[in-house]
């Protein structure tokens, strides 16, 4: 069974530009997540997809950053334009149902991450 | 909201056990989960509980107190490829799952 896959793997842009990621989570996942990590802290969330639906985006920041999920498959994240401080790992991960519900274990299957150098 | 806190760093012996605590505040709560990254690496799930009580899992159990707000990831038999980091995740509120900062495991000779 194929994992969660990112693409690119590796980003390096000048501050203003734009800049795209993108992700396959596993085939049947209803759940969908993008988290930021900086060095040496835990991810945080941006957004959270229930199947095309995003239900959870209060800690994405509108003005530059935004987010789709269409026919609730593959998520594209976008920065535009992208500042120093956007300099992170960008994680996509997927999880059969949302949190607390029966199929959801805890589990959240994470893609490799997408780093990006705003320079 | 949630809050998580767990050491920023541990370090211990090969062959040894090791103990890493999480204390969280929240309203709402679904369960705690535990998380390994290795350095440049994805994060990968540990283990996960709902309910008080210990869950074992090859040389890695986890521990939960709901009433203490407290969990704690225990490691036997250190192996040197242990060395991460291990994040406690809460699953609470509308949903979300909030990580905490992460604990760099160092496993020395």
């Known amino acids: 069974e194929a994992g969660v896959v990112q693409s690119p793997r590796y980003k390096i842009i000048e501050k203003k530009q734009p800049v795209a990621f993108w992700c396959n989570p596993i085939?049947?996942?209803?759940?969908l997540y993008w988290y930021l990590q900086n060095l040496g802290q835990g991810p945080e969330l941006l957004i959270r997809?229930?199947?095309?639906?995003?239900?959870?985006d209060s800690q994405l920041p509108k003005d530059r950053f935004s987010a789709e999920r269409l026919k609730g498959v593959d998520s594209t994240l976008k920065i535009q334009p992208a500042e120093l401080g956007d300099s992170a790992v960008y994680l996509c991960?997927?999880?059969?149902?949302?949190?607390?519900?029966?199929?959801?274990?805890?589990?959240?299957?994470f893609g490799e991450g997408s780093r990006l150098t705003v320079l | 909201g949630q809050s998580l806190e767990q050491p920023s760093e541990v370090t211990a012996v090969e062959g040894a056990i090791v103990q890493i605590n999480c204390t969280y505040q929240?309203?709402?709560?679904?369960?705690l989960s535990w998380y390994q990254q290795h350095d440049g690496g994805a994060p990968t799930f540990l283990s996960y509980?709902?309910?008080?009580g210990l869950e074992e899992t090859g040389r890695f159990s986890s521990f939960l107190s709901r009433s203490d707000s407290y969990g704690y990831l225990l490691l036997q038999e250190l192996q040197m490829k242990d060395s991460a980091s291990y994040f406690c995740?809460?699953?609470?509120?509308?949903?979300?799952?909030?990580f905490g900062k992460g604990t760099k495991l160092s496993v020395i000779p």
């Open positions: 085939s049947g996942h209803n759940t």
């Open positions: 997809y229930e199947n095309e639906e995003a239900v959870d």
């Open positions: 991960a997927s999880s059969l149902d949302r949190i607390g519900q029966t199929r959801n274990t805890g589990e959240l299957f």
């Open positions: 929240t309203s709402g709560f679904y369960g």
């Open positions: 509980n709902a309910l008080d």
């Open positions: 995740a809460l699953g609470a509120g509308s949903y979300q799952l909030t």
